[in-house]
């Protein structure tokens, strides 16, 4: 693998064609981020990628546009279930926010794309397969269905894409993963995405990937520097006492709250209702329209608390979000950085606050040492480098300038935390 810099700052320098350049004007968007900068570019000279980028980077741009402008030039347009390139995402919320940025950025190309997922009726699928979509997106549990029925066939598929491939692995699709490539003809542009780079990734990227080109926008496993964060050594009894003070500070204007359970969510949600605090949850045993009213409702303000498990939260793209916190510590340090990514997203600052009891004091030693930082200094333990004063105790960005301007939609409800 080689890692190069790129310095591009216009979009039209990254070699994009106009219905592109012209779709992403219309998205806002002015500059390239750093993923889009260092991944557009080889990747529409024909090298494969390996993007090293957390959601919130503008990594998905950084795929799609390229995977467009190839799918565009090409003279054979898809047949029924034969489509021409495939995406895989580890969640269905994922999946379909990708989707989402495939239509927007293709607006103005004559492509079609199709989103697949579990959870939800195979028929629209299996219609949407047959209408002969070009771009597939697709979780892989359903996606393995659709291949074993013949509904959908890789063999025509020239570019192939992995995103949030650590999550992938998490959640144990490694082996649908194999079994989906090895579908897919060698012959074909692959890019895998992946917040962090551990070692299995790097050899997934190997399996799959042709001498790949890596671009690393955050150092793996770091979190975005926007975001301000702290840890309050709590009893576990106080947490919801302590949880409802912060959601009830003046800078918060919507909060993603963390639990390690389903059960444990449902439960916080209830007693943040009971506190008169709107809060829904969402987690694996949620239907998929139940998710999809609750992150609606989340997205458009009429709740500004989202409780969610881990897997739940995966990728999901929401702005506006000005804290996250964890009500529980995740049992895998990388989670933390991945759960402190819902907010500061696309350059705007956050705040995280972690409760964390004394039980949880190993998961949040791991933490630390991942994230290089200090957040709480337990007395009892002498040897441990002190904070530092800017790393802990700082005041949250106002919230009337916590985004930039046109990225902020949600009203700035006068909230604060109370870290
Ligand atoms: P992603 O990391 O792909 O989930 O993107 C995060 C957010 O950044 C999304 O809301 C995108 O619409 C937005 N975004 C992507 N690229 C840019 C850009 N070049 N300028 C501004 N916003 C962007």
């Known amino acids: 693998m080689t890692t190069v810099r790129y310095d591009l700052t216009r979009f039209s320098e990254l070699g994009l064609a ?39 980077t503008g990594k998905t741009a950084a795929f799609v546009l390229p995977m467009l402008q190839a799918l565009s030039a090409l003279p054979r347009r898809a047949a029924p279930g034969e489509p021409r390139a495939l995406i895989v995402a580890p969640t269905r919320e994922l999946a379909a926010q990708i989707g ?206 989202l409780v969610a498990t881990d897997i739940a939260a995966r990728g999901l793209d929401i702005e506006g979000v000005s804290h996250v916190i964890n009500f529980e510590l995740p049992n895998v340090p990388e989670s933390y950085v991945h759960r402190i990514g819902r907010t500061a997203r696309a350059g705007a600052s956050g705040t995280a606050v972690s409760l964390c009891d004394d039980a949880e004091r190993p998961l949040l030693r791991d933490i630390e040492k991942l994230i290089k930082r200090t957040l709480i200094d337990w007395p009892d333990e002498p040897n441990r480098r002190a904070p530092q004063p800017n790393e802990r105790q700082k005041t949250a960005a106002p919230a009337g300038k916590s985004k930039s301007g046109s990225r902020r939609r949600r009203g700035s409800r006068p909230i604060s935390r109370a870290a």
């Not at 350049?21 to 981020?33: D, V």
């Not at 028929?123 to 979509?133: D, H, S, T, Y």
Request: hydrophobic residues 45%; glycine residues 8%; positive net charge.
């Open 18 to 56: 106009e219905p592109l350049l012209r779709a992403i004007g219309a998205e806002g968007y002015t500059t390239p981020t750093p993923i889009q900068a260092g991944a557009i570019p080889p990747l529409l000279t024909g090298r494969d990628v390996v993007g090293v980028a957390q959601t919130g």
């Open 100 to 305: 989402a940025c495939v239509q927007s950025y293709g607006r103005f190309l004559h492509l079609s794309s199709t989103v697949i997922f579990g959870g939800v009726s195979a028929q629209p699928q299996l219609a949407a397969l047959r209408r002969g979509p070009d771009i597939v997106i697709a979780t892989p549990g359903r996606l393995l269905d659709h291949m074993g029925t013949g509904a959908v066939r890789l063999s025509g598929v020239i570019w192939a894409v992995l995103d949030e491939a650590d999550q992938m692995l998490d959640l144990g699709f490694l082996p649908a993963i194999r079994r989906i490539m090895a579908k897919v003809p060698k012959a074909r542009r692959t890019a895998l995405f992946s917040a962090t780079m551990p070692p299995p990734i790097r050899t997934l990227a190997q399996e799959f990937l042709h001498d790949p080109q890596e671009v690393s926008v955050t150092p793996a496993a770091r979190p975005a520097d926007l975001v301000t964060q702290s840890a309050i050594r709590v009893p576990a009894a106080d947490k919801r006492a302590a949880l409802v003070d912060i959601l009830r500070g003046k800078t918060m204007t919507s909060a993603i709250v963390f639990t390690r359970t389903k059960h444990g969510a449902d439960r916080v949600a209830r007693h943040l209702a009971q506190e008169g605090l709107a809060a829904g949850a969402i987690h694996g045993n949620k239907s998929q329209s139940q998710r999809e009213r609750t992150l609606r409702d989340f997205k458009n303000g009429a709740i500004a608390i």
